[in-house]
């Protein structure tokens, strides 16, 4: 079964430009999550999809980031414009509905964004 | 606020000694805590959380209430443990709305 896929592994951009990332959860999970880790910081929680819609967009840092999940399949996290604060990794993670009460979310290998 | 810290950046043991990793956490409510774990080059994983009062890969975590604590244990530590650990408590938003402690990278040597 293939895992959480993100794309791209690795951007780099120069500052006020726009980048889009993508995320394929499992197949069949309808919980979809935003995760980011800036250096030196925590992993962060960003948002919560359920399907198509927001549950919880409360770790959203600003209107510069958009997230978008058409459809409930895959999920898109835009930036726009990028500053040089946006740098880091993003995590995306997904979930069954029964495997929320275990705490288990199923993470993708990240995808790194560097803002120049 | 809700917090976790895990004081350590990196441990290093030898193989065969004891490992704790330490975590404290600040939540005003009923805490659900968890272990997540990467190893090199792989992704990030849970390990094991506190509810379900757990051994895997011989590690264990007890809930401290009274200390704020989850610290995570193993009485062997094995070459194949090292690797980045984060600790993690569910806040108050919305299932799977972790937070994240800043990690502790565990490194066993031979």
């Known amino acids: 079964e293939a895992g959480v896929t993100q794309f791209p592994s690795h951007s780099v951009i120069e500052k006020g430009q726009t980048v889009t990332l993508r995320c394929d959860p499992i197949?069949?999970?309808?919980?979809l999550y935003w995760y980011r880790r800036v250096m030196g910081k925590e992993i962060k929680f960003l948002l919560h999809?359920?399907?198509?819609?927001?549950?919880?967009e409360s770790g959203m840092p600003n209107n510069r980031f958009l997230a978008e999940r058409t459809g409930g399949t895959y999920s898109t996290l835009k930036v726009q414009p990028a500053e040089l604060e946006d740098s880091g990794v993003y995590f995306c993670?997904?979930?069954?509905?029964?495997?929320?009460?275990?705490?288990?979310?199923?993470f993708g290998e990240g995808s790194r964004l560097t803002v120049l | 606020a809700q917090r976790v810290t895990q004081p350590e950046k990196l441990l290093s043991v030898f193989k065969g000694a004891p490992v704790e990793l330490k975590c404290n956490y600040s939540?005003?409510?009923?805490?659900?805590l968890f272990w997540y774990v990467q190893y090199s080059r792989q992704r990030l994983q849970l390990l094991l959380r506190?509810?379900s009062r757990e051994s895997i890969k011989g590690f264990t975590a007890d809930l401290n209430k009274g200390e704020t604590s989850f610290h995570l244990k193993k009485p062997f530590a094995q070459e194949e443990d090292s690797a980045m650990y984060y600790c993690?408590?569910?806040?108050?938003?919305?299932?799977?709305?972790?937070?994240f402690g800043k990690g502790t990278k565990l490194s066993v040597k031979p």
């Open positions: 993670a997904s979930s069954q509905v029964r495997s929320l009460n275990t705490g288990e979310l199923f």
């Open positions: 197949s069949g999970h309808d919980n």
């Open positions: 999809f359920v399907k198509e819609s927001k549950q919880d």
């Open positions: 939540y005003s409510g009923s805490p659900e």
């Open positions: 506190h509810i």
């Open positions: 993690a408590l569910k806040g108050g938003g919305s299932q799977g709305n972790l937070i």
